[in-house]
């Protein structure tokens, strides 16, 4: 769910920002909660998301220090095998 909104989010586009916050409301999980935590960890350890240091601010999580990520190459593998 994360990741397809993330998807349409960069609208596609590999190497795009996306932030994942934004994405979880899309995808109807809340931000902070124990499933949006899973699925931004999940996403990272696959590589379909990576940090975007262009965007380091504050945030929650624990990834508290980055607030946006780039659709990786990987993502699309990873929706492909949904």
């Known amino acids: 769910m994360l990741l397809r909104a993330?998807?349409?989010?960069?609208?596609?586009?590999?190497?795009?920002?996306?932030?994942?916050?934004?994405?979880?409301?899309?995808?109807?999980l809340e931000q902070g909660?124990?499933?949006?935590?899973a699925a931004l960890s999940l996403l990272l350890h696959d590589g379909a998301l990576v940090e975007d240091e262009r965007f380091e601010g504050v945030g929650a999580g624990p990834h508290?220090?980055?607030v946006a990520f780039v659709l990786a190459e990987r993502a699309l593998d990873v929706l492909q095998e949904e």
Do not use: C
């Open 64 to 66: 508290e220090n980055v």
């Open 6 to 28: 993330a998807y349409e989010q960069a609208q596609g586009t590999v190497g795009e920002p996306v932030v994942p916050a934004q994405a979880a409301l899309h995808a109807g």
């Open 33 to 37: 909660s124990d499933r949006y935590n």
